[in-house]
């Protein structure tokens, strides 16, 4: 139990961290699609007996790709390339693990995750994760926030805008392959747009609502956890639901505590 | 061609396409150190290509010189007005660059980004959350922005279009104060007769450059006839009236 608390905890920090940027990149639906695809990854690679976070993180990296290559045709809009990709590839993954026959209860375990199961390898990549989540917007935060407010003054103040983004989608890919873990595929994007939609909603500013976030999405993995015990529900969705009640307390909370201030009816929409 | 010491912005046979579209063809001129030029032309002609290929931000043909570090102000739309930011917050991106990978704004930066709010009339707003603000504000920080970048050469991509007068008038003071301070400007627009009131120098584009020179010379008939075509009215044979589709207001 001391090993899925763990992991409730850097998995949701690492989520709600990173998934500012994914709200405010509008990046909220790439980040389904990848939470859905690494299925395929992940069934790949139990096929061929390789590292399933190995062969999910891979999956991530090739939709990241694939949604930018399609998109790259004016005619279709990175929403579009993601509806294409995201049914077809977790399509792909579902079907591959039915026609391989033998893994019963693996695709529940990919779907809803098995936090309960994790093992100290498990704890061990997403403190690995965790840490290179830190590490990155340490170093390069204050320009993901830029090149998120303003693209085009970060590409004429010269900064290599390319590789900023590779640096965040592989980021989101390595929260994603943990989160997979411990909420499953179906779950990991409640958990990595849950905690930053609900620190919007109690936040101004960009690094107030990030830190905000990290912990609302630690807290909501342990509170999970305690629900899970005593309701004896899944502890996926039991975390997911706490993140979800957590994001309606701070949209109740806000709307009774600031009416007419920022966060009211002049905030700027959170998308 | 003048000294390397007295010129401030440079192009030589600048070009861009995209894809097989030409959006800028053999473009050359030269801007004075200390000169506030403004880039006209309608829409389409290429005013944004040409900054940001002084820039650098865009693959181009022939060469461009900028004398120093650049500061930039880009057009309204291109800034995400939703972002958990205050304008302090957005005055601060501007001492981005000096800082470098990991280092974050300090002290000194902040006094320096609460004196340039001053200086731009928002000293009461720098915990006001950008997207609260009005366009004018929201413009006034963008400028804010670019102050604090400390550019010898400053860009600027339609700082006054969908700005109310009041804030346009801060705009134009604090940017006669920068030319004063030695800096060159280069300013795109769309308001002929404000350019001919504030500009020392006028560039004329469409897809290529048209003219370049000082308002009196640049506001002929003939020259703004080249460039805008059916867009342009003239009314007596001195008054020009450009259908400006505001197209790039801001939201």
């Not at chain 1, 590409?155 to 890919?173: F, I, N, S």
């Not at chain 2, 022939?62 to 800034?79: C, D, E, L, M, T």
Request: charged share 15%.
């Amino acid at each position: 139990m001391r090993r899925a608390f763990a992991e409730a905890i850097l998995c949701g920090t690492a989520s709600g961290a990173l998934g500012c940027f994914v709200l405010v990149r509008r990046l909220a639906f790439l980040g389904e699609s990848v939470a859905h695809t690494v299925v395929l990854g992940a069934v790949l690679a139990l096929i061929f007996g390789l590292p399933v976070g190995a062969g999910a993180a891979l999956l991530a990296v090739i939709t990241a790709l694939l949604t930018a290559a399609i998109a790259g045709d004016r005619r279709f809009s990175p929403d579009t390339a993601t509806g294409i990709l995201l049914p077809s590839l977790f399509g792909a993954g579902v079907a591959l693990l039915a026609l391989a026959g033998g893994y019963r209860g693996r695709l529940e375990d990919l779907l809803f995750g098995s936090i309960l199961g994790v093992s100290d390898a498990d704890v061990l990549l997403a403190l690995g994760v965790g840490l290179a989540v830190v590490a990155a917007l340490a170093l390069a935060g204050k320009e993901l926030v830029l090149v998120a407010f303003d693209r085009p003054t970060a590409q004429a103040l010269g900064y290599r805008v390319a590789l900023l983004d590779a640096l965040l989608l592989g980021l989101v890919a390595l929260t994603v392959v943990v989160g997979l873990r411990a909420v499953g595929s179906l779950l990991v994007a409640g958990l990595l747009l849950g905690p930053p939609v609900a620190a919007r909603v109690l936040c101004r500013t960009f690094w107030p609502m990030t830190a905000t976030a990290g912990a609302l999405g630690a807290g909501s993995g342990v509170v999970g956890l305690y629900v899970t015990w005593y309701l004896d529900i899944g502890a996926g969705p039991a975390i997911v639901l706490v993140v979800a009640s957590v994001f309606l307390l701070a949209l109740l909370g806000r709307t009774f505590a600031g009416r007419g201030q920022e966060g009211g009816r002049n905030a700027p929409a959170i998308r | 061609m003048s000294e390397p010491g007295e010129v401030g912005l440079r192009a030589d046979g600048l070009s861009v396409s995209f894809d097989a579209r030409r959006a800028l063809v053999d473009v050359s001129f030269e801007v004075p150190r200390a000169t506030f030029a403004g880039v006209l032309g309608p829409n389409g002609a290429g005013k944004t290509t040409l900054l940001r290929a002084l820039l650098g931000a865009l693959p181009h043909a022939g060469s461009k010189w900028i004398g120093g570090r650049p500061a930039y102000v880009p057009q309204a739309g291109a800034v995400d007005n939703a972002f958990p930011i205050d304008a302090l917050g957005v005055v601060l991106m501007g001492r981005y660059p000096r800082l470098g990978w990991r280092r974050r704004p300090g002290r000194a930066d902040r006094h320096r980004a609460l004196e340039i709010l001053d200086a731009v009339g928002l000293a009461g707003e720098a915990r006001s959350p950008f997207g609260t603000l009005s366009s004018g504000q929201r413009q006034r920080t963008l400028v804010g922005r670019a102050l604090a970048q400390e550019g010898d050469v400053l860009l600027l991509d339609e700082p006054l279009t969908g700005v109310d007068t009041p804030s346009q008038e801060v705009i134009l003071g604090v940017l006669d104060g920068e030319r004063r301070r030695g800096r060159t400007l280069l300013m795109t627009t769309h308001d002929l007769g404000q350019a001919a009131r504030v500009c020392d120098l006028l560039l004329v584009l469409n897809e290529t450059l048209v003219a370049v020179g000082p308002p009196e010379e640049v506001f002929r008939p003939e020259v703004l006839g080249r460039a805008y075509g059916h867009e342009l009215l003239l009314l007596g044979g001195y008054t020009a009236l450009v259908d400006d589709a505001a197209h790039h207001s801001a939201p």
